[in-house]
C-alpha cells in the first residue's frame, strides 16, 4: 500500500505564511493528481492479490480433488504397483513398503517366520544355474487368472487372488520377474492372511510354477 501525500501551505523561514497563493494552488493540485495515481495504484494492488489469492485456492482444490481420485482396477497402469502393495520375502526378513511386517492388508501373515527359511532353499536351488535370488513378491488383487501363467494384476486388498513374481541376478542383470497367478482364495482376509506362504510354496516345491516366476532361466 503506498501512503498518500498531504497537501501543503508554503511558510517562509521564519514560519510566517508566504502569501503567494498562486504557488500553493499549483503544488496542492500536483499533490491531488499524485494521490489520485496512488489510488489508482493501491486498487490495482488490492486486485492482483485477490488475483493470486484465487488462483492460489483454485490450485490447491484441483490438488485435494487429485488426490482424492483413485483410478479404477482396469484404467490403473501397470506400474501403479509399489513395493507398499505386495509382500517382500528375502532371506532375512518379510516386508512391505520397506518395512518389517507381522500383518498384510490387515491379516497376520500365515507361517510369516518360516518365510525366510523357503527364501534360503529357493535360493540355494537356483543357484545351481546362475540366478542369484533377491525377491520374491506376493500379491493380492482382484485380478483373476490362470495357474502359472502370467498377467497384469492390480493390487486390491479386498481381492481373493494371489500372484507372485522373483527378482533376481543371472550373469550379473538383475531381471525383474512377470507376476504369475497362483490361486484364488474363499475370501479377501484368507488371501492376505495365507497368500506368502502359498507363493513361496509354489515357488519352492512345485517345477511348473517355479519356472514360470523365473521366465523358464531356472
Known sequence: MIEKLSEYEITSRDGSFINVECNTKIINTLVRKI????????EMQESQNTYWTDIAEIKKELQTRAENVQPDAESRPENVITDKDYITITADDVLVGGESVREYNGEKIYNYYHLPAY????????????????????????????????????????????????????????HIGSWVFF??????????????????????????FRSAVFGGQD
Not at 490361486?183 to 513361496?200: D, K, L, T, V
Request: aromatic letters at 8%; charged letters at 30%.
Open 183 to 208: 490361486n484364488s482364495f474363499s475370501s479377501a482376509a484368507y488371501c492376505a492372511y495365507i497368500c506368502a506362504n502359498h507363493c513361496a510354496y509354489a515357488v519352492r516345491a512345485i517345477a511348473d
Open 119 to 174: 527364501f534360503k532353499e529357493i535360493r540355494d536351488d537356483v543357484a545351481e544355474k546362475g540366478i542369484k535370488l533377491l525377491e520374491i513378491h506376493c500379491l493380492q488383487s482382484s485380478t483373476d487368472g490362470e495357474y502359472a501363467k502370467t498377467g497384469n494384476p492390480m493390487p486390491d486388498k479386498d481381492g481373493c487372488s494371489a500372484w507372485c513374481r522373483c527378482v533376481w541376478e543371472k550373469d550379473g542383470e538383475k
Open 35 to 42: 494521490n489520485e495515481l496512488v489510488d489508482a495504484v493501491n
